[in-house]
């Protein structure tokens, strides 16, 4: 089997499986964005960084259909534009804890769950990430924490 079918093979298994669909991840991240860019935590981060939300949002639709469908979509580099962000791990639990409450909200159990824990992985990897662009190095179980002025902990 080619590259492009065995994709392809992968991707109807996972929709047989959980239910998602690419619509269903539009709603998810549509809904998903909607909370954060109402959030005291998160808001400021993303407003400070996106001005034309339409373009992110596309591109968290195919980063979502490539990590949820393994579509291939997404052709980005998130730990390369995550590193430089003043976040530290609270922001990544209510980053989990919005997307976890949306996912819930608008998927069915299997494909919320499916969500969920890719997102989980996610988090902890960006987390790791942030931290040692920093120059932190966290030892298992530890969490990437900062001050209230932003420096770190």
């Not at 935590?41 to 591109?59: G, M, N, S, T, Y």
């Not at 998130?78 to 962000?85: A, I, N, S």
């Amino acid at each position: 089997m080619a590259g492009a079918e065995r994709r392809e093979a992968i991707t109807a298994e996972i929709m047989e499986r959980t239910g998602i669909t690419e619509a269903m991840i539009e709603r998810l991240v549509d809904g998903f964005y909607a909370k954060v860019r109402s959030d005291a935590v998160l808001a400021p981060i993303f407003e400070a960084r996106i001005r034309d939300w339409e373009p992110h949002l596309k591109q968290m639709c195919a980063f979502w259909s490539s990590v949820a469908l393994m579509s291939g979509r997404y052709h980005g580099t998130p730990m390369v534009k995550h590193m430089p962000l003043p976040v530290d791990a609270g922001h990544f639990d209510r980053w989990l804890e919005l997307f976890e409450a949306t996912a819930r909200e608008l998927c069915p159990p299997a494909a919320a769950a499916h969500f969920v824990e890719r997102a989980q992985r996610i988090a902890a990897s960006l987390e790791l990430g942030v931290a040692s662009g920093q120059g932190v190095m966290l030892a298992p179980g530890q969490r990437f924490r900062r001050d209230e002025t932003g420096a770190i902990q």
